[in-house]
T-cell receptor, first 112, second 114 residues
Framework: QKEVEQDPGPLSVPEGAIVSLNCTYS??????FMWYRQYSRKGPELLMY????GNKEDGRFTAQVDKSSKYISLFIRDSQPSDSATYLC????????????FGTGTQLKVEL | GAVVSQHPSWVICKSGTSVKIECRSL??????MFWYRQFPKQSLMLMAT?????????EQGVEKDKFLINHASLTLSTLTVTSAHPEDSSFYIC??????????FGSGTRLTVV
């Protein structure tokens, strides 16, 4: 079993749809949770960052963390074709220099 | 915001030669830098973690003699792929971490070994 599992697999939605992306993890020591967006042949860019449990909203994006269930989510409202990319969840235990553990990624396509 | 510059963005080399990839944090000092490898349609696989002035820590299964990492300063880390072979062809990405900005990624380097 991988340390971080990400759902769903490749996803295609119509423009304006609400998109829900999820990750589950097994390491209870994870404290910092991130969502990255990666366009083809580019490095990941940080979308959302959350410490411990709770919700965080930034424009059309909402990140949720439930540490008791070891479950995190990213919601994208009013999805746009420009949102088409691969979305990666990532998490770390914290502390200086601590490495990130990534989910497998979800390839999202938003169609006109 | 924080910017990490990675060069080159794309390189083709002949089998048996060495290739150096450079990663610079442009406007901040990185306490730690990370090097990843990514295969098509797969997630990022951590290769090694490096702190300025000390030896890199390699992940299990990564050949330290093949993937040489030098972290000469708080703003520069290099990855050298030595005696490259076609199976080393991949997308390599660096990341720089600072207490203030967290993890910032470079734009990646596509290596093709022919």
């Amino acid at each position: 079993q991988k340390e971080v599992e990400q759902d769903p697999g490749p996803l295609s939605v119509p423009e304006g749809a609400i998109v829900s992306l999820n990750c589950t993890y097994s390491n209870s020591a994870f404290q910092y949770f991130m969502w990255y967006r990666q366009y083809s042949r580019k490095g990941p860019e940080l979308l959302m960052y959350t410490y411990s449990s709770g919700n965080k909203e930034d424009g059309r994006f909402t990140a949720q963390v439930d540490k008791s269930s070891k479950y995190i989510s990213l919601f994208i409202r009013d999805s746009q074709p420009s949102d088409s990319a691969t979305y990666l969840c990532a998490m770390s235990e914290g502390g200086g220099g601590n490495k990130l553990t990534f989910g497998t990624g979800t390839q999202l396509k938003v169609e006109l | 915001g924080a910017v990490v510059s990675q060069h080159p963005s794309w390189v083709i080399c002949k089998s048996g030669t060495s290739v150096k990839i450079e990663c610079r944090s442009l406007d901040f000092q990185a306490t730690t830098m990370f090097w990843y490898r990514q295969f098509p349609k797969q997630s990022l696989m951590l290769m090694a973690t490096s702190n300025e002035g000390s030896k890199a820590t390699y992940e299990q299964g990564v050949e330290k003699d093949k993937f040489l990492i030098n972290h000469a300063s708080l703003t520069l880390s290099t990855l050298t792929v030595t005696s490259a072979h076609p199976e080393d062809s991949s997308f390599y990405i660096c990341s720089a971490r600072s207490p203030y900005y967290g993890y910032t990624f470079g734009s990646g380097t596509r290596l093709t070994v022919v």
